[in-house]
């Protein structure tokens, strides 16, 4: 079993900055990719950045692109996500997540594919 906490989130104007992290427990997730997911009110599911299990590969959802970064430090088992220039629409539930499988990455996986999930965490944007 593995239990994922993130933490980080919080209110923040417009063009401000949050790190996310998402602490992992129970087993070493280092062999696994895992995604930063994120949900607003109303709205399904979007990915918004993955890594690779062995932090070298990282792929982000383009209205994320350049403004976020994912990285992750397998000492502490935990990976982060940093977000600058923060909009108004990027208010949401953020969520980490690991694949189901070890030593594969495929970078737009859906939901469906990650099988431990976080509880979430607010972020709000205000303008």
């Known amino acids: 079993q593995v239990q994922l906490v993130e933490s980080g989130g919080g209110l923040v104007q417009a063009e401000g900055s949050l790190r996310l992290s998402c602490a992992a427990s129970?087993?070493?997730?280092?062999?696994?990719?895992v995604a930063w997911f994120r949900q607003a009110s109303g709205e399904g599911r979007e990915i918004v950045a993955s890594?690779?299990?062995?932090?070298?590969?990282?792929a982000y959802g383009d209205s994320v692109k350049g403004r976020f970064t994912i990285s992750r430090d397998s000492a502490k088992n935990t990976v982060y996500l940093q977000m600058n220039s923060l909009k108004p629409e990027d208010t949401a539930v953020y969520y980490c997540?690991?694949?189901?499988?070890?030593?594969?990455?495929?970078?737009?996986?859906?939901?469906?594919?990650?099988?431990?999930w976080g509880q979430g965490t607010q972020v709000t944007v205000s303008s």
């Open positions: 997540a690991t694949f189901r499988n070890s030593d594969v990455y495929i970078p737009d996986s859906p939901p469906s594919d990650y099988d431990y």
């Open positions: 890594i690779s299990y062995s932090g070298r590969y990282t």
């Open positions: 129970g087993r070493s997730v280092t062999m696994h990719s």
